[in-house]
């Protein structure tokens, strides 16, 4: 069955990359309605855009969408997790702003808020994508693949220079709550000399060291260190499920990085809708609903959350 939210939930902060103040605030949808952005700050043009893979555009940093009149949200990727991680399939979501609010630079916040109000869910039959074969796409080293499997799973594999991240690799289910316990607290990540860098051309204003993991070599600069030994790529997972719910519906199949990004990770589902028969809609039974993610979640899993 397809879900919603109980009630609305509101948060506030500031945008990465303006460093300006935003609200974002998550009603309840009917039943098919989808994940659907909105603009209450546009004066002119259509307000609503929808959080598809088709209405992406390639941005530095993040996920952003835009719409043919070419209203825009950036920074979608967090929530879109958190969505996506707790089994909620219907939502509007205002903001009062060009960016989703960083916040702690995880989706954590999100999560937090979802659970207190709890789902409700609707009296229709939720459909998802089953990945029947193979696709992939390159760039250079970077991987991005799905593959047929009974769930969604996400492998991700990672390799940075600073010994502070270096190479880094993580496999997971993702039923049985496991976004909510194993990835919705990591935080995105950048070394110093980028976010010098960034900031001195007019990007990243809203980075600080509190939503961001900096590091610089083997140092990690942000208070209180890492929240996990393998953050970094707990997070670049975090974001592949964030990317990976524009598809518009659950999915069920084996997504592995390598290396990826948000953009390399839209080409895939391009790919993907662009090959024939490597997908298919089915109606979710129970069976199959058991091993999506965030089924069986709830406010007794706020613990799990930093």
């Known amino acids: 069955m397809q879900s919603t939210l109980k009630s609305k939930v509101s948060l506030t902060g500031a945008g990465l990359h303006s460093g300006r103040p935003a609200r974002i605030t998550l ?55 958190a969505l996506a991680g707790l089994g909620v399939h219907n939502v509007l979501i205002e903001v009062s702003g060009p960016e989703v609010p960083i916040l702690d ?47 969604l799973h996400i492998d991700f594999e990672i390799d940075f220079a600073d010994v502070a991240i270096g190479r880094q690799s993580r496999s ?18 950048c070394r110093l000399s980028d976010v010098e860098y960034m900031q001195a051309n007019g990007l990243a204003l809203g980075g600080t060291m509190e939503n961001a993991i900096v ?26 499920l964030g990317d990976l719910a524009l598809a518009g519906a659950p999915i069920l199949g084996r997504y592995t990085g390598i290396r990826a990004g948000h953009t390399l990770t839209n080409r895939l589902l391009r790919a993907v809708f662009a090959t024939p028969g490597a997908v298919e ?26």
Do not use: Y
């Open 27 to 81: 009603l309840p949808a009917q039943a098919d309605f989808g994940i659907v952005f909105k603009r209450t700050d546009a004066v002119s043009g259509d307000r609503l855009v929808p959080a598809r893979w088709d209405a992406t555009e390639h941005v530095p940093l993040c996920t952003r969408l835009v719409n043919a009149d070419g209203v825009s949200v950036s920074t979608v990727e967090h929530v879109m997790a």
């Open 105 to 151: 630079g995880s989706a954590a916040p999100f999560v937090k808020a979802v659970l207190k109000v709890g789902l409700r869910r609707l009296d229709a039959p939720l459909m998802v994508l089953k990945v029947v074969k193979p696709v992939e796409v390159r760039e250079g080293d970077a991987v991005a693949r799905i593959e047929p499997a009974d769930g």
């Open 172 to 189: 997971l289910n993702m039923a049985n709550g496991a976004f909510v316990h194993e990835l919705c607290d990591s935080r995105t990540f």
């Open 215 to 240: 590091v610089d070599g083997a140092k990690v600069l942000s208070p209180g260190g890492l929240r996990h030994g393998d953050e970094p790529v707990r997070h670049k997972m975090l974001d592949a």
């Open 281 to 306: 809609w089915v109606e979710c039974d129970n069976d199959a609903m058991l091993r999506l993610p965030g089924v069986g979640v709830g406010i007794a899993d706020l613990d799990a959350v930093a």
